[in-house]
């Protein structure tokens, strides 16, 4: 897709991101819109993202208003979550309410890991725009028994659950999907490690890590498995330090010596 229609597109999201309520004709049609050139965009991002020109503030500037201002305030927003958040989510939705199962489109845009495809899961009255108008070869509708499997066998495996929003404004809840997300692939976690001091906006779940120096042994497993990056070791102090958690609890599934604990997080 050529670079003026990505940024067309990016501006129409947010343009109307603000007046369009879960059930708007606005949502449902700017949602079909972005699901239809999902794939090319999330490639488009993460070539972008691998130029040697990110590394000059100059060009990472404009990037960062255009993909993360629009994309991550007005368009797409990711919130981070436990696989317990995740699994409380999933049972928390409405009886009948559609649940369709597909390909992870950021692995299917960048191929960038060879995690299992078979992971993205829509939801709501929108999920049919995959199923059902655009990609029926490619997705199914699944039980919420289902969509919790296929969670837990990705964390298993590394990965983390994200639920996005569409048009997000004002604390709407407008959730359409709910993504499992590796570091190699995900096309928004790589663009929030790009952006540090302006991160693409993920809204934390309501868990951070606390981090027991006791138990730590300073051994760097969650320095490696953080997919934003928000763990380092202490120089002097032999054990590992939270930087901007931002609550997805893998560190804690996979502390070989139970350092860290996910507690509630408190928000002010």
């Known amino acids: 897709m050529e670079m003026d229609t990505l940024l067309s597109l990016l501006g129409l999201v947010g343009l109307f991101g603000h007046i369009a309520d879960e059930d708007s004709r606005i949502r449902r049609f700017l949602l079909k819109l972005y699901a239809w050139k999902e794939v090319e965009l999330l490639k488009s991002s993460f070539n972008s993202s691998r130029l040697p020109i990110m590394k000059y503030d100059w060009f990472r500037k404009p990037f ?13 927003v990711c919130q981070a979550a436990t696989l317990e958040e995740t699994e409380r989510f999933i049972d928390s939705l409405p009886e009948g309410r559609q649940i369709a199962l597909g390909p992870c489109r950021c692995r299917l845009g960048n191929k960038n890991c060879n995690h299992e495809l078979m992971t993205d899961i829509v939801i709501g009255e929108t999920a049919g725009i995959w199923y059902r108008d655009l990609f029926p070869e490619d997705y199914r509708v699944i039980s919420k028994e289902e969509a919790k499997q296929v969670c837990r066998r990705s964390r298993r495996e590394g990965m983390i659950q994200t639920i996005d929003r569409h048009m997000y404004y004002r604390n709407s809840e407008n959730f359409f999907v709910i993504c499992n997300c590796c570091k190699e692939s995900c096309v928004p976690i790589i663009a929030y490690r790009l952006f540090k001091k302006e991160p693409y906006t993920f809204h934390p779940s309501r868990s951070v890590v606390q981090v027991s120096a006791e138990k730590c042994k300073a051994c760097g497993k969650c320095i490696a498995l953080c997919p934003f990056e928000e763990r380092e070791l202490v120089p002097g102090r032999g054990s590992a330090a939270v930087l901007n958690c931002q609550g997805c609890g893998l560190c804690a599934d996979f502390c070989p010596e139970g350092a860290n604990v996910m507690i509630a997080r408190v928000t002010s």
């Open 64 to 76: 960062y208003y255009l993909f993360a201002h629009f994309m991550g305030r007005r368009g797409i």
